[in-house]
Structure formats: structure tokens, C-alpha cells
């Protein structure tokens, strides 16, 4: 996609300034095309749009809203081969990934909510011979999304899908770095039958910027962030002058919790999974892995042997295991995380650099280090990248103390087939997604979202329209 516009009120169009920025292939350094840069002026008139199409969207039914969704779900299943070469055009993730992960889950997001929001029903309490009282529920009004780069069309339908199904309209801001697929999907709202302002997306950069204006503005309602912890802190500060209502998917550091009496295969296979698909940039990455000792050595040896074995490379290649990371800014970044590990004291097993065999693009090798332990900044940090540390524990006790030892609650995994150990292990640890012996295994109608600084709130299922609605309670005096 060689011009990237802004979607307003149903049209494509440039910044009033003219203003643009660069879209670069990370896996080639070549740039794209150019992306239009939105400032306040393209905030005001999208958020006016959408405020205006509020009042008839608002007013359509479930079913209704419901029919446009599931066409929203064809034709992104339709243009699939595009959707996911745009995606790995602008991220450098794995073609194939992109095809059997992103694009088929967002297609599942407009479908899951198209069918749920029809089953949706609220409460009634009768004070018998008093009173009956019932709740409705009802759009919020006009909603800001703002979507991450790491899995771009997959985490912007989780928000958009279930904000259009409740009867809000929609202003989104897609990262940065992954602008094109929002906009095909704007495209595909519009051959979709969305009507015009209901979906709005603004193009630009997050602080002191369309992010930031998206957020401040004073006719949105509700904001919904996918990004990092420090993000939702400064979408908070600027969120609070108008109170709006924020629903916040955060960081990780994530531990992955593997006992010795696991099933090894299944442990060792998942775990390469977890550690390094999607370069390791996805929140949900098992990013510390804690191993029972008697296990320790086996499971670190068999973990360095696979990580080697996984093909570093061209996106675009069926072989291809691990792309290249977002940018070379994020790669100095990771890069930076291990050298510091190094310095205190770490062991890289494997990785740790640039593949030798790819001149041009950010990628970077599958990495496992140990001898750190919870005093280090690569342990108690978000990485983003491929790179896991792996460390041994005694007792159950330990590992929960090291696993709850950090700021982030996001995800956790733990591996064992002693299923009251399951049972109590689960219960202590302090993250909002637990699995046990699985990993990502989601099932949309459950509460998704983190504990202490990894988020506020819960999406999926209900829990997405208890924060895409309003209750109003109606008692009527009998
Ligand atoms: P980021 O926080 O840098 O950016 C996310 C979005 O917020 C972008 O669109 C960006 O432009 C915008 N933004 C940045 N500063 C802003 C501001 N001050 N006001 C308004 N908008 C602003 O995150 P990223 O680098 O794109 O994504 C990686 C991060 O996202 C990681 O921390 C990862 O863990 C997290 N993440 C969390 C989940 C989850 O479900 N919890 C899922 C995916 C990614």
C-alpha cells in the first residue's frame, strides 16, 4: 500500500497539512509508502463523524448490526492473501503465521461478537408486590482504540468487533509502524454496509499526537489501549481531565512454570512456541521460564537444541520459523536487554546477536540465557523480543514467590499432571490468563485481560460488552 490516507466519514483522505510519514519493511529496510500523519484537526473531524453517526447507529438493532458484522467476517476471510501479506509487509512476521493466525482470528472476532451480541441479556429483580426492576443496555457513544503493531489486525478487530456489535461508533488509531491493514479495513467496513462515521481511523503517532489528542478529546467517551505499561499510564493522566472509561491491555513478563513431572514433549514444544513465535512479540510470551531442578539440565539443553534449529529469515519463505522483529530501533532495544543481562552475569546458551546469514533487516536469533536470577533487569523487564531467561527452583513455595515477584500480571503457564498441584498453583499465582499444560489456548467467551500493571479491566465475551455498554436500571412500582 504506497499512500496510506486517513478513513473520515466514510472518504479516504490526506492530513490537512500534507503531512506524512514513511512505512518501512522491517525485514528489508526498504520503505513502503507514505502514511498520512493525523493531528488534532483529524481527530475533531473523525470524532465529529462518529458522534454523528452515533445517533442512527445506535438506534439499529443486534440483528441488524450483527448481519454487517458477519459480512465485515467474509470479506476479511475473502482478502485474506492480501490482509496477510500487508501484515507481514509491515511487521516482517512470518507469512504463514500471518495467514493461518492474524487474519483467520480477526475474521473470528467479527463473528464471535456478531453471534454473541445477539444472546446478550441483562438482569431483572422483582421486590415482590412492590416493584420490578429490570436494566437496559445501551451504546456508550463514541469510542478511541488504539491498537498495538505486534498482532495489528488481530488485537484492533478484538476492540472493534464487540464495539460495533454493542452500537457504538469507533475512532481508531492503529500503531505507528503497522498502519495498512486498519486501513483495508476500513475499506472492507464500507463494501461491509457500515454506514458512513460509524468507523473512523486517524493515522499518526501516540504522544503529543493523534494518540494523545484521540484521548483529551472531550465528545470521546471510552477509550480502549492495547500497548505498553507506561502507555496506559500517560492514556490515564490525559483520559482523566474527562473521565472516560478505559479498558487497558498492558505488558507482560510472564512466567512459564515447568515442573518434573511434566509431559516433557508436550512442555519443550510449547515452550519454543511461547519464547519465540512472533519474534517473541506477543504479550502472552512465557518470557521466564522456571524449572524444577531435577529437570533443570534436561529441559535447558533440549530448549537451547530447538531454539538452533528454528530458520531465521525471509517472512515470505513457507520455511521460515522467526521473521525479523518491528524495526531496527526495537531491535537495538532487545539487543540492549541482553547485553545488560551479560553484564550481570547472565549466560547466553544461544542467539544474542544477528543471524550472519541475513545481511539487511532487523532480525535477530532465537535467544536462552541463564545464571540470572530475580535481582536482574532482564528478568524483571519486558523484552518484546526473542529472548527468554531460564532459571531452576526447588519447591512450589519458591516458584510462586519468583513467579509473583514482578510488577506485571498478565499471563501464566504451568506444567505439571499432579492436578491438585495444578489446582493450587493456579489459584496463587497473580496474573488474569492461566494455563495449565497449554498455552494461548483462547476461548473468546472467557474474561481476557491483566492483574497489577499489565491492565484494567477484562475483554472477551461479556466482559467486552460490560465495557462497551451502559446499564441503566428501570424500576417500575407495581
Ligand atoms: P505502545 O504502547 O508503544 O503503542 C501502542 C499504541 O499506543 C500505538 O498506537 C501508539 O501510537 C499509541 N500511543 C503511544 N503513546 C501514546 C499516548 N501517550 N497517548 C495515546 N496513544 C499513545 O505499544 P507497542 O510498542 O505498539 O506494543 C507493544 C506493547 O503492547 C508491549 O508492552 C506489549 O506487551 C503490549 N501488548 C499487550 C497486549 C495485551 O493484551 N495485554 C497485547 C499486545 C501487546
Redesign the pocket.
Known amino acids: 500500500m504506497e499512500r496510506v490516507l486517513h478513513f473520515i466519514d466514510g472518504a479516504f483522505v490526506p492530513s490537512e497539512d500534507g503531512r506524512t510519514f514513511d512505512n518501512l519493511n522491517p525485514a528489508t529496510g526498504e520503505r513502503i509508502g507514505t502514511v498520512a500523519e493525523g493531528g488534532r484537526a483529524e481527530i475533531d473531524k473523525a470524532v465529529r463523524a462518529a458522534r454523528r453517526a452515533f445517533r442512527t447507529w445506535s438506534r439499529t438493532t443486534a440483528q441488524e448490526r450483527a448481519a454487517i458484522l458477519h459480512r465485515i467476517a467474509n470479506l476479511i476471510e475473502e482478502n485474506l492473501e492480501e490482509l496477510a501479506l500487508l501484515e507481514t509487509t509491515d511487521t516482517g512476521k512470518p507469512l504463514s503465521l500471518a495467514k493461518s493466525l492474524d487474519i483467520p482470528r480477526s475474521a473470528y472476532n467479527f463473528r464471535f461478537f456478531a453471534d454473541f451480541v445477539k444472546g446478550l441479556s441483562t438482569e431483572t429483580f422483582e421486590m415482590e408486590g412492590v416493584a420490578l426492576n429490570y436494566a437496559l443496555r445501551r451504546p456508550v457513544g463514541v469510542a478511541g482504540l ?6 495489528p489486525l488481530f ?1 484492533l478487530t478484538w476492540k472493534v468487533a464487540p464495539c460495533l456489535a454493542a452500537g457504538n461508533t469507533c475512532v481508531i ?4 509502524l503497522t498502519p495498512t491493514t486498519a486501513t483495508k479495513l476500513a475499506e472492507i467496513c464500507k463494501q461491509a454496509g457500515v454506514p458512513d462515521g460509524v468507523v473512523n481511523v486517524v493515522h499518526g ?3 503529543d499526537a493523534a ?2 489528542f484521540l ?1 483529551e478529546h472531550e465528545d470521546v467517551d471510552l477509550i480502549s ?5 507506561t ?1 496506559g499510564k ?2 490515564m493522566r ?1 483520559a482523566a481531565s474527562t473521565l472516560k472509561r478505559l479498558s487497558f ?4 513478563k510472564n512466567p512459564n512454570i515447568v515442573f518434573a513431572d511434566c509431559d516433557f514433549e508436550d512442555a519443550i514444544a510449547t515452550t519454543v512456541r511461547s519464547s519465540f513465535v512472533n519474534q517473541g512479540e506477543v ?1 502472552l510470551c512465557g518470557s521466564r521460564i522456571y524449572v524444577e531442578r531435577p529437570l533443570y539440565d534436561r529441559f535447558v539443553e533440549a530448549l537451547v537444541d530447538r531454539a538452533r534449529k528454528l530458520r531465521v529469515g525471509d517472512p515470505l519463505d513457507p520455511q521460515t520459523d522467526v521473521g525479523s522483529l518491528i524495526s531496527e530501533e526495537h531491535l537495538e532495544r532487545v539487543h540492549g536487554f541482553v547485553r545488560r543481562a551479560v553484564e550481570q552475569g547472565g549466560r547466553v546458551l544461544v542467539g544474542g546477536k544477528r543471524p550472519e546469514h541475513l545481511k539487511r533487516g532487523a532480525f535477530y536469533e532465537p535467544t536462552v540465557i541463564v545464571d540470572v536470577d530475580e535481582t536482574c533487569e532482564i528478568t524483571r523487564q ?1 523484552v ?1 523480543g526473542p529472548v527468554v531467561t531460564v532459571q531452576p527452583f526447588d519447591t512450589e513455595e519458591e516458584v510462586i514467590r519468583l513467579a509473583n515477584d514482578t510488577h506485571y500480571g ?1 499471563s501464566a503457564t504451568l506444567w505439571t499432571s499432579n492436578l491438585k498441584r495444578a489446582h493450587r498453583v493456579a489459584g496463587e499465582l497473580e496474573a488474569g490468563v492461566i494455563w495449565v499444560n497449554t498455552w494461548f489456548l483462547r476461548d473468546l467467551r472467557t474474561p481476557f485481560g ?1 492483574m497489577k500493571q ?2 484494567i479491566g477484562r475483554e472477551g465475551g461479556v466482559h467486552s460488552f460490560e465495557f462497551f455498554t451502559e446499564l441503566k436500571n428501570v424500576c417500575i412500582k407495581l
Open positions: 488504539i491498537s498495538p503493531w505486534n498482532l488485537l488509531k492503529p500503531a505507528e503517532f501516540g504522544p494518540g494523545q484521548t489501549l492495547t500497548g505498553e505499561t502507555t500517560a492514556v490525559s491491555e498492558l505488558g507482560g504479550c519486558e518484546f498478565l491483566g499489565s491492565g
